[in-house]
């Protein structure tokens, strides 16, 4: 069943985006990822949700700087699709490339670091944490390129090996409840609960997500349709090749046609018509 905007855990990307933009959550989240105390965050909330041209995915992340020169890309995944590694190196690429100007050494380059949150376990070792960097394979020696990447998930067993706040933040990705939460004596993690269910309460957060959900479902039904018109025209060109050669003019006509009880027509036809000559003249 379908959850409200209320309902939300925060590991939907909308809602992890949407709370990212907030400097105060953004801070504390990299805090509990990081282990360590950070000066003031700048989010570039502009750059929190992109649309692909191609309609085939929504990117929602989230790019953050702070006062030491340090950039960080922080995204939710819920869905394996077995490219998070490249993906990495894409966004990396990304942050390098908006903070160099034409000109610039490149010893200018800040730190970064790329941070994916998966409710999934993206290298099946049972980690809470995975934690990359550049390094010699001969001597084991640092590169030193000022860049690093961390995967954390939300399935690991490893609970001695990392901070229970670790553990605790990762679980409440998937569990964004006061009953969740109401067992928890860590600060950081009760802040962030109080700041997301405020942020729930706000309608035009509701409405933005209503659209956007709407806009996804729309570009959903349009692939479908899409998928079941090339499969169609596929079949009639299979058909149509035990005749010989398909003209270039009834190939593009098939290709052009968008219609799915014309394509159908066709299809029988050209299982039925015996010949391209006939085919042509009935279709």
Partial sequence: MKKTFQQLNLSNAFLFATALEDSEICRLVLEIILGARLPKVKVHAEQSILVSSDFRSIRLDIYASDETQVSYNVEAQNDDRKNLAKRSRYHQAEMDVAFLKPGDDFNDLKPGYVIFICTFDPFGKGLYRYTFEERCLECDMELGDGTRKIFL???????????????????????????YVTGLTDKSIIRLHEKVTELKTWRRLEARYMTLEEWVKDRSKDREVIAKQEAKQEAVFELLEEYGAVPEHIREAVSAQRDLTVLKRWLKLAARAGSMEQFEKEM
Avoid: A, C, I, R
């Fill in 153 to 179: 998930n939300t399935k690991g067993k490893n609970d001695k090996d990392v901070p229970k706040e670790l553990v605790h933040f990762l679980k409440y990705m998937e569990q964004s409840t006061d009953e």
